[in-house]
């Protein structure tokens, strides 16, 4: 499914019958812009997630992208006070948030487009806005829906096999796959293809909602793991001989600023900015992909450039001002994300809707975590929604009252200062809760695995941060988002959850 043409960002959701919502209300209510990979350990055996009962814990994965994020979020606590920031160019003008939805329908099904913003009620099931339209198609096909300049392109249908086909591509989106990197039992990272220079050189970039530089190694690089971008052979490669570098935790990055054309699809932004890299530490010797796309706000961008896609959303490129992610669990292929687009094969749900409250990171108000409908606590925390980051963090004090509302919790000192245990037999709903909405966490996701093989204590998957973190600062990773599809919607200044197609077996889904 694609946004509005007309520069209008119009995201919407199809569903063919009542939505049984997902949702519980609550009880109560750097620049270092590089994600740390969760490195893994050179020839050492990767333990796989195990299809019988949780695996054993490796922390390797977790220990290095704890000490890793204290870089990647070095300067949070003055960005988040708007301080050190870049100007806002609002990238967005000319575009809409989605607000419109249009009518459509697949084959003779009504079928019902959903905006969802308000909370939900006491009962825990979404109680949607009035912005919520239904309508029938007798003709089977892939149906336009047209007012004005407003586009809803729909997925076409199999009638054998009732399930959607891929996505018509339309003017204005583009496609990027995403590699899911699993190792130790985890989804590591995802990483998608980008192309660079006249010459359409592909080279793979982590794909990271926390951070906003876009960086390659190049030719000459002895240190780096990756892949090189052939300068040379590109005719519109320009070096500005500017420094670039990029601290983190343990490593970094090094090299200067450059400009060439990069491209997704048939998208493509003729000189943008990024680090064309000559140096990078041994922490990224094994790690799968190239370099990185940083895709947060350009208002923390090292680089003090706009980021990739705020340069399509100022050339007028994209249908909409927003894009869309989906992270698969347990496999390496099915992972994407949709630039200027929302991909209706991706989620089973309605969008629902959080405000952005800084345009530094793609950051919400988290006010809740709970581990049941009956019990949690109070957050009040400012969360980066970011795909760069595997586990989620919080921090310490609010780590430590969630964990003790788990009967035979405990602090796991062997492996960390922030990590703990619980009784593996222990039956959680752990949900966090955006904007008077409880969103949960897959439990396979929040199991982080035994202690030991025979262990009847496991590893919990809500982190503490520790000291070197702002006090109020939550970092929600990929472990989160497997069960959300997420859009990321700038004219509106928001983030929108559907549910996604990852949980199609779980009990909450339609």
């Known amino acids: 499914m694609r946004f509005c043409a007309g520069h209008l960002a119009t995201l919407f959701f199809l569903v063919q019958s009542c939505y049984s919502s997902p949702f ?3 009880t109560a209510n750097s620049t270092g812009s590089y994600v740390m990979k969760i490195k ?8 796989q997630r195990s299809v019988d009962g949780p695996h054993v814990f490796d922390p390797t994965y977790a220990v290095d992208e704890l000490n890793g994020l204290l870089g990647k979020y070095a300067n949070a606590e003055q960005f988040l006070s708007g301080m050190g920031l870049n100007p806002d160019a609002h990238p967005e003008k000319g575009y809409e948030p989605f607000t419109h939805p249009l009518i459509g329908a697949l084959n003779s099904t009504n079928a019902t487009v959903t905006n969802t913003t308000r909370n ?5 099931t979404a109680r949607p806005s009035t912005n919520t339209t239904t309508a029938s198609n007798s003709t089977g096909n892939a149906t336009l829906a047209v007012s004005h300049t407003h586009f809803l392109l729909l997925p076409l249908m199999d009638d054998d096999t009732d399930q959607p086909q891929p996505i018509v591509q339309f003017p204005g989106t583009a496609q990027m796959p995403l590699t899911d990197d699993v190792a130790g039992g985890m989804d ?8 660079f220079g006249s010459h359409g ?3 793979t970039v982590d794909v990271d909602t926390g951070s906003a530089d876009l960086w390659v190694p190049v030719t000459g690089c002895r240190t780096c793991g990756g892949d090189p971008f052939r300068s040379y052979d590109s005719t519109s490669y320009r070096n500005f001989g500017q420094r670039f570098s990029v601290s983190y935790g ?20 003729a000189q943008q900015a990024f680090g064309a890299v000559k140096s990078e530490s041994e922490d990224f010797y094994d790690a799968p992909s190239d370099g990185l796309l940083g895709l947060a706000f350009g208002s923390i961008a090292q680089s003090k450039q706009p980021t990739f896609f705020e340069n399509l959303m100022m050339s007028k490129q994209v249908a909409g001002g927003a894009f869309a992610v989906h992270l698969q669990r347990d496999q390496t292929v099915g992972g994407e994300v949709c630039f200027g687009c929302f991909d209706t094969t991706k ?15 793609w950051s919400l108000e988290l006010e809740y975590l709970a581990i049941n409908q009956w019990q949690g606590v109070p957050a009040n925390l400012t969360a980066a929604i970011d795909t760069g980051t595997t586990l989620i963090y919080v921090p310490d004090d609010v780590a430590s009252r969630l964990y003790a509302l ?15 245990t619980y009784p593996c037999d222990t039956p959680l709903a752990v949900t966090l809760s955006f904007g008077g909405r409880a969103y949960g966490v897959d439990p396979a996701d929040f199991n982080l695995g035994r202690t030991s093989a025979e262990s009847p204590d496991c590893v919990g998957g809500i982190l503490a941060l520790g000291q070197g973190f702002p006090d109020n600062l939550a970092i929600i990773g990929d472990e989160f988002l497997k069960s959300w599809y997420s859009i990321y919607d700038y004219p509106g200044n928001r983030v929108g959850f559907a549910l996604s197609v990852n949980n199609k077996d779980s009990p909450d889904s339609p």
């Not at 893994?40 to 333990?47: A, E, I, K, Q, W």
């Not at 590591?188 to 192309?195: A, D, P, Q, S």
């Open 201 to 203: 050189q592909g080279l």
């Open 250 to 269: 343990a490593g970094k990055v090094s090299g200067t600023l450059a400009q060439d054309l990069v491209s997704v699809g048939s998208l493509s932004v």
């Open 40 to 47: 893994r350990s050179v020839g050492r055996p990767l333990l």
């Open 406 to 420: 788990i009967p035979g919790s405990k602090h796991a000192a062997q492996y960390g200062a922030g990590f703990y």
């Open 120 to 124: 939900a009620n006491a009962t825990g």
């Open 347 to 361: 989620a089973i749900g309605p969008i629902t809707w959080s405000p952005v409250v800084s345009r530094t990171y």
């Open 188 to 195: 590591i990272l995802y990483y998608g293809n980008l192309e």
């Open 24 to 26: 519980v209300s609550p």
